[in-house]
Nanobody
Framework: QRQLVESGGGLVQPGGSLRLSCAASGFILDYYAIGWFRQAPGKEREGVSCIRRSGDSTNYADSVTGRFTISRDNAKNTVYLQMNRLKPEDTGIYYC??????????????WGKGTPVTVSS
């Protein structure tokens, strides 16, 4: 079954760090750009970051620039999101998704279950 599985979320205090993982099964991850998205309670899902197939180009939402780092290990079929200096407004369900390009909005396939991140003291 072709799917992406998110993991690594949890409860963390403001200023703390988490590393999320997005593991692919049933397909070769490096055929796609991969985007991270999040949905805060009561809000629409928004894009957080994206990494190109080769990993040589990344982009970030203004709200996370300088705090989050996206990376990929194609040998492990996994994309990561390192999140530092977390803020309460980073709370939400985090999802990863395949994309044909980081320049496009659309994702390929369906959303996964996501991994919850809660930033609270």
């Amino acid at each position: 079954q072709r799917q992406l599985v998110e993991s690594g979320g949890g409860l963390v205090q403001p200023g703390g760090s988490l590393r999320l993982s997005c593991a692919a099964s049933g397909f070769i991850l490096d055929y796609y750009a991969i985007g991270w998205f999040r949905q805060a309670p009561g809000k629409e899902r928004e894009g957080v970051s994206c990494i190109r197939r080769s990993g040589d180009s990344t982009n970030y939402a203004d709200s996370v620039t300088g705090r989050f780092t996206i990376s990929r290990d194609n040998a492990k079929n996994t994309v990561y999101l390192q999140m530092n200096r977390l803020k309460p407004e980073d709370t939400g369900i985090y999802y990863c998704a395949k994309k044909y390009s980081c320049a496009t909005v659309a994702i390929v396939g369906n959303w996964g279950k996501g991994t919850p991140v809660t930033v609270s003291s």
